[in-house]
């Protein structure tokens, strides 16, 4: 086997210049070139900057909410007190700061409404970030473990997770993430599987909503809700208007409505500040990159120089 | 292998069509939707009863209009999912009957599709300039099918840098992965006559590191200067940072991906992307594999009949008549 | 005190994976190399508590439920890849696997991913909805149905099969690009996230 | 018995968890439960076999002195140091936690941030509006980013009476031609899935097998 690691390799090469132009184009004047290329490191720091400030000195820009947030929060709010949910946390610490908030502004608005979590998790990542919300949340409403909300921990295979719910929960976790046994648990009295429980609430980076739709939904007709990285989010519209998915959040954006609804501020609404400003500037790189592409394509056209070849799709 | 082949076919039509005519209670599904639906015809759901419909009465909407009798009987079939199983018997008929069909020698015709036509004018541009091609397939392992599409995608390419005389590199992720692909490589270069020119230190393993990896595959690109980019498989994050030097390395790009969030990058900064199944329908495309043509070739059938489907059910619905409950 | 030094450390192996921006480093490859051992290491533990204790010896051993006892064999089947020589035996547990998902994915992909989503492509009666409603249901028909002519591949693009499929393509390509906002939206929110924490967690605890 | 045997026990398996979807039987259920079971179990070995894999990866590169063994040592003390902290000081509390928050987790998240900066510079080198359908993506991309932040939601334009907001139209965006475009490729990967589990099932595809399955 033969290794090259990437050593002392850069990513990127923003420095080079488009190998495609002709040789006998000649050079542009320094208008649009610069406006072509940047330095990449320059957009860094802009960016950086674009997060950064907004941080420091907030604008408090008003958040709307969307209708997806608020057919999630309608769920939530629907729930009586002494209902169970089950609390899914997928995924890992790499998308924290989107799910983060989502996680921890669900698990307060259950508790207030005195609702019972059944927490778990099918990524072995998110057992540690499972166990820091649930400890914080639980102490700010003083619930008490095994009485108002219990965590099963990690389980491998989502998909046989999923569905072994769907007959007994007890089997599929013969103890909680602390050893004892389920049984034994004064919460899981007369609790065992999807019938039981009023809503199932699933904060994932990754395709798992769309798991819980197709099992946990489909074959056992358990209610959802799920919230979701902005990537997956624009993926499961097609769920939601078929009425297979109650209402999601997407992204911080989804966290920052959710957290506007139940009116307990948190790292979503914190966060929109610097996410208008940020999208911002990425929109003006993008505008600039294309008035230089805009230009030397005008002039390449006047000089008669090579077409550019290629095609969208 | 025929034998048991034919068996299980015909077993599967005789099933689909027993399913059809038999459902008992299309009815009663009629009766579930309506009270999920949570509509004003939740009584008349609750009264609707277990009758016997035929398919065309399914279709023609009347078995909604269900009376007498008692709720059926659940038995050892859950009535609920009739519509799913004959969906299933269905579609499963029509996969084996294009295998076999394909499997049987009959010639099975498939669109032109564009990224792979220029696979040609990509290693023919290669050649020219004296430059090596890039391959990479991806971050997947080897079970996932956008990877065992990319590898065969990468057979054909191979056979084409062959024929052109051209170098073919190839950083790979897995070591799975690196193993099949030096083996279609040496192959495909053996059938063109053309042995010697298979080297398997260009075609290496980098770092199960996913950004390790987008830096392994840069540094190439910056350093080889490929005249022509294949990125085919399936991608996460790191797809841009490749897209966007190789753009900038100003070599043709060929991408494939049935990654949904990568494919924006793709689409701009790369010549041709394949696009979801075209990735799959490409590997077959270029392949020419009868059990994949065949399967590619159930697949365009099944979705016709989801098509026809489709128009007929909206057709129907405007004019008030919903057959969606007969849709699961 | 342990909390206090943990958002210290925190921070520090933060800008050391920063640092990548700059250029790749020897701080950098050092950071990567321990989360990659850090994380296996943190994995390992939880997957050997959850499927080795939890779903195999608990039941079985401490519950004397035999039933779950060919599933600790399939998984010792697997075991047998490492070895050349009985590797094939590891083939019946693969193949159970990837059975036994094949097997429960048919009729739920059937269900949930196709008949559910024609079925909810229908338009309202026209009788009933609003014009907008009407309008809005046939404009999504089109995308719906030009997309699955795009992706038909036994007929030549030609004519109106070639018409109606660059309407498809023209719909992909919004869709795209919704994907890609919302793509930039997440990246960004990722680094709002470990901004918060360089400019606000850090300085509090660094305060006490 | 090397290769007919996994493929006759896999359609066995694959039956009994299709045939269980649409019946009502009780002992049916009872093995579609065992199943269930085994697959976690089964799962979970595989998952196990792969850090041992990533250990042996780094234990040869350190064998053999290969370029940046030293890094590997770092991966090894590590994956090392974790296993040792859980054993003696359990999973709840001690090392093995505060490594995962305070080393894990701010790694792997400021790993993934790095993308922002990434998606910024590749956005602006890439997104060029080279063609009718760039323009198009790039446009629909440019209102939605916008029209999903609180900044964006504020923007918009007057057509007589009636206000538009970016908001709005990125939700229009969203519902319509974004909505029917995740279906179209939902139905056709759907149709893909099911196909290739069918082949899976009776055994026509066995590239998952490995090589001379």
Redesign the interface.
């Known amino acids: ?14 420095e ?5 132009q002709g040789p006998g184009q000649k050079t542009p004047r320094w208008t649009h070139e610069m406006l072509m290329n ?1 330095d ?2 320059f ?2 720091v802009v ?2 900057i674009a ?2 400030a907004p ?2 000195f907030p604008l408090n ?4 909410s ?2 997806e947030a608020e057919a999630y929060f309608n769920e939530m709010e629907k729930l009586q007190p002494g209902d169970e949910i089950i609390f899914s946390f997928d995924y ?7 799910l ?1 908030p989502m996680s921890v502004a669900t698990l307060r608005h259950a508790f207030r409404k005195d609702v019972r979590v059944l927490a778990q998790t099918t990524y ?2 998110g ?3 499972a ?2 919300i649930l400890r914080q949340v639980a102490q700010e409403y003083d619930k008490v473990y095994g009485e108002d909300y219990v965590f099963f ?5 989502y ?3 999923i ?2 719910m769907g ?2 929960i007890r ?1 599929n ?3 909680d993430h ?1 050893h004892a046994p389920t049984d034994g648990i004064p919460l899981m009295k007369g609790v065992d599987c999807y019938d039981d429980i009023e809503l199932l609430v699933t904060v994932t980076a990754s395709a798992l909503a769309e798991y819980w ?3 946990a ?3 056992y007709k358990q209610r959802i809700i799920a919230g979701n ?3 997956q ?3 499961i ?2 769920y939601y ?4 998915l109650a209402g999601f959040l ?4 989804g966290a920052a409505e959710y957290e506007k609804l139940i009116g307990v501020s948190g ?1 979503g609404l ?14 003006c ?2 505008i ?3 008035i230089g ?2 230009i030397q394509k005008s002039r390449t056209k006047q000089t008669g120089g090579p077409r ?6 | 292998m025929r034998m048991a082949f034919r068996t299980v076919w015909y077993g599967l039509l005789v099933a689909c069509l027993a399913c059809a005519w038999s459902a008992p209670s299309a009815a009663a599904h009629v009766a579930h939707a309506d009270s999920l639906d949570g509509g004003a015809q939740e009584a008349e759901g609750a009264e609707a009863q277990g009758v016997s419909a035929s398919s065309e009465e399914v279709l023609d909407g009347a078995g909604s209009e269900a009376e007498g009798g008692e709720t059926p009987s659940t038995g050892w079939f859950d009535t609920e999912h009739t519509p799913t199983a004959v969906a299933t018997l269905l579609f499963g008929a029509i996969l084996l009957f294009f295998i076999r069909s394909a499997r049987s020698g009959k010639p099975l015709f498939i669109r032109r599709i ?1 990224g792979l036509e220029a696979v040609d004018e990509a290693v023919g541009r290669a050649t020219e300039m004296g430059r090596p091609i890039l391959y990479s397939p991806g971050l997947d392992p080897m079970e996932e099918v956008a990877t065992v599409a990319s590898i065969n995608i990468l057979g054909q390419v191979a056979r084409k840098a062959g024929e052109y005389e051209t170098r073919l590199i190839m ?1 790979n992720r897995d ?1 799975i992965v ?1 193993t099949v692909a030096q083996e279609v490589v040496r192959e495909a270069l053996t059938q063109v006559g053309r042995p010697d020119l298979y080297n ?2 260009d075609i ?4 199960q590191s996913q ?9 190439t ?2 350093r080889e200067r490929p005249a022509t980019n294949f990125f085919i498989g399936h991608f996460y994050a790191e797809s841009l ?1 490749l897209a ?2 190789g ?4 070599a043709i790009q060929i991408a494939g991906t049935d990654s ?2 990568q494919l924006p990058f793709f ?1 701009c900064a790369c ?3 394949l ?1 979801g199944e075209e990735l799959y329908a490409g590997s077959v495309y270029l392949s020419r594999e009868p059990l994949l043509l065949g399967a590619l070739k159930g697949q365009d059938v099944a979705k016709a009949v989801l098509l026809v489907v489709l128009i007929a059910g909206a057709i129907l619905a405007f004019f008030g008549i919903d057959i969606g409950p007969y849709l699961g | 005190m342990w909390e206090q030094a943990g958002i210290v450390v925190g921070a520090l192996v933060t800008l050391a994976i920063f640092s ?5 480093n020897p701080l950098y ?1 050092f950071a990567e190399s321990l989360l990659v051992g850090v ?1 296996a290491g ?2 390992l533990v ?2 050997c ?3 080795i204790y ?2 195999f010896y ?2 079985v051993i ?2 004397g439920d035999l039933w779950l006892l060919p599933g600790g064999i399939l998984g010792l089947l697997i075991l047998l890849r490492l070895s050349r020589r009985v590797q094939w035996m590891s083939r019946y547990a693969i193949a159970f696997y990837v059975a ?2 094949s097997g ?1 994915l048919i009729p ?2 059937l ?3 196709i008949l ?2 024609i ?2 492509t229908f338009p309202p009666s026209l009788a009933e909805a609003s014009i907008w409603a009407v309008l809005g249901s046939l404009f999504l028909l089109v995308g719906v149905v030009s997309i699955l002519v795009y992706f038909f591949f036994s007929a030549e693009h030609r004519g109106a099969l070639g018409r109606i499929s660059q309407v498809g ?1 023209t719909f ?2 919004v869709g795209f690009g ?2 890609f906002g ?5 990246r ?9 924490y360089l ?2 967690d850090l300085p509090q605890a660094l305060s006490f | 018995m090397k290769r007919t045997g996994p493929v006759v026990f896999g359609f066995l398996i694959g039956m009994l968890m299709l045939i269980q ?1 649409f019946t009502q039987v009780p002992w049916i ?1 009872d093995r ?2 065992n199943v ?2 085994w ?6 070995i595989t ?1 196990i076999l792969g850090v041992v894999s990533l250990f042996l990866h780094h234990w040869k ?1 350190i064998e053999r002195k ?3 063994w030293g890094y590997s040592v770092v991966t090894i003390a590590g994956l090392l140091f974790m296993i040792a902290a859980a054993l003696i000081f359990g999973r ?1 509390e001690g090392p093995y ?1 505060w490594m ?2 305070h080393v ?3 790694m ?2 400021t ?3 790095l993308l ?10 890439a ?8 323009a ?3 446009t629909a991309g ?1 209102i939605v ?2 029209g ?7 923007m918009g334009f007057h057509i007589g009476e009636h206000y538009f907001s970016l ?1 709005t139209i990125s ?1 229009l965006i ?2 319509y031609p ?2 029917a475009a ?2 179209g490729v ?1 139905i056709g990967v759907g149709l893909g899935m099911t196909a290739t589990a069918i082949k899976i099932i009776l055994g026509i595809e066995r590239t998952y097998l490995g090589k001379g399955a």
């Open positions: 086997m033969v290794t090259q690691s990437g050593q002392g390799e850069q990513m990127g090469a923003g080079q210049q488009d190998a495609r940047m990449r490191r957009i860094f960016i950086a997060v950064a941080l420091i820009l008003p958040v709307r969307s209708r890992e610490p790499d998308t924290m700061a989107e983060d072995a990542g057992v540690g970030i166990e820091r921990g990690y389980n491998p295979d998909s046989a997770t569905l072994r007959e007994s089997s976790y013969p103890t602390y739709i197709i099992w939904g489909g074959k990285t902005a990537i989010a624009v993926l519209y097609p208007q078929a009425g297979q997407g992204g911080l954006k790292a914190l966060g929109m500040d610097a996410q208008s400003v940020a999208h911002l500037a990425i929109v790189f993008i600039l990159g294309n592409f805009l550019d070849s290629r095609q969208g799709g | 564009a950083p070591p690196m398997a230190d290496y393993y980098t770092t950004f390790g990896y987008a830096a392994a595959v840069c540094g690109m910056m940072i966007e030097t753009n900038a390395t100003g949904d969030s689409i010549d041709y992307t696009i | 990548l921006l700059y250029k790749d490859r994380s943190y994995y939880q997957y508590f959850s499927a939890r779903k608990i039941p401490g519950e036994a998902w429960y739920s992909v269900q949930e991913r559910i989503q079925r909810s393509i992909l390509m919704a994907s919302y793509t930039v939206m997440g960004v929110s990722l680094l709002i996230g470990r901004f918060q400019f606000q | 979807y259920d579609y439960n269930l079971d697959k976690q179990v089964v799962f979970g998952l590169k290969t370029g940046g709840e936690p995962f928050d894990q987790a701010p792997q998240s790993m993934f941030a922002a900066f990434y998606v910024a510079s590749a956005s602006y080198r997104f060029r509006v080279r063609s009718f359908h760039a198009l993506l790039l440019v980013m916008l999903r932040v609180p900044l964006g939601e504020m908001g939700t969203l519902d974004n909505l995740k279906r939902m």
